[in-house]
């Protein structure tokens, strides 16, 4: 069965710092992988998605993702975060396309000034 | 539209109480799920519906009852329920057999 980790519970960082929040995957066979971030008493939005082809995927909100299968890992990165990055982050991963999408336990970035 | 509306944004109900969530989307897809999510939790996959049939149940306790009427449309009725079912539900659709997920704002729950 696949599963996701997010190996940050908790990221504090400053405003226009750069940060990287970490998702390792399991799976023996291809998986997609997902990044989506929920803003307080929020849904979810889709951050960004690798399905195949180049291993850096470019996103919403100036943040990028490098798919490393030898690694299994689809970090988030943003060069400069912004006072309203503050969200909960979640890594997800969908195996094959008949499955349903599941999510590591997230990562609570708070940015200050 | 590329939008996935659930109905209403906030549901307090009692333990005897008998009610229903609703969620709706356009976008033609014909896959639609439920997910719950706790306080500092990620979501967690109640139920799939593809093509208006259920295809996956969680193992959801039978106090949960989905119903999709037709393409557009996903309910949850909600009877019984304990306080511990206090949470955040969301829906979300997708096409079939593809990959990204659109996801509603969500009902928040609470069962007094």
């Known amino acids: 069965a696949q599963s996701v980790t997010q190996l940050d519970s908790q990221v504090p960082v400053f405003e226009e710092a750069p940060v990287e929040l970490r998702c390792n995957y399991s799976?023996?066979?291809?998986?997609?992988l997902f990044w989506y971030v929920q803003y307080p008493n929020q849904g979810l939005q889709l951050l960004l998605k690798y399905l195949s082809g180049s291993t850096l995927v470019k996103g919403i909100n100036g943040f990028e993702a490098e798919f490393n299968k030898s690694q299994t890992s689809f970090h988030l990165r943003k060069p400069s975060v912004h006072i309203s990055d503050t969200a909960e982050y979640f890594c997800?991963?969908?195996?094959?396309?008949?499955?349903?999408?599941?999510f590591g336990k997230g990562t609570t970035l708070s940015v200050s000034s | 539209d590329t939008e996935v509306t659930q109905t209403p944004k906030h549901l307090v109900m009692g333990m005897t109480n008998k009610k229903s969530l609703k969620c709706e989307q356009h976008?033609?897809?014909?896959?639609m799920y439920w997910y719950k999510q706790k306080a500092k939790k990620p979501p967690e996959l109640m139920f799939v519906?593809?093509?208006?049939?259920?295809?996956i149940n969680e193992s959801v306790p039978s106090r949960f009852s989905p119903e999709c009427p037709n393409s557009s449309l996903l309910n949850l009725h909600l009877h019984a329920l304990q306080p511990e079912d206090s949470a955040l539900y969301l829906c979300a659709s997708s096409q079939t057999n593809a990959y990204g997920y659109t996801f509603g704002s969500g009902t928040r729950l609470t069962v007094v």
């Open positions: 997800a991963v969908k195996v094959g396309t008949g499955t349903a999408l599941i």
């Open positions: 519906y593809s093509y208006e049939k259920l295809s």
């Open positions: 799976s023996s066979v291809s998986v997609y």
């Open positions: 976008m033609g897809h014909r896959a």
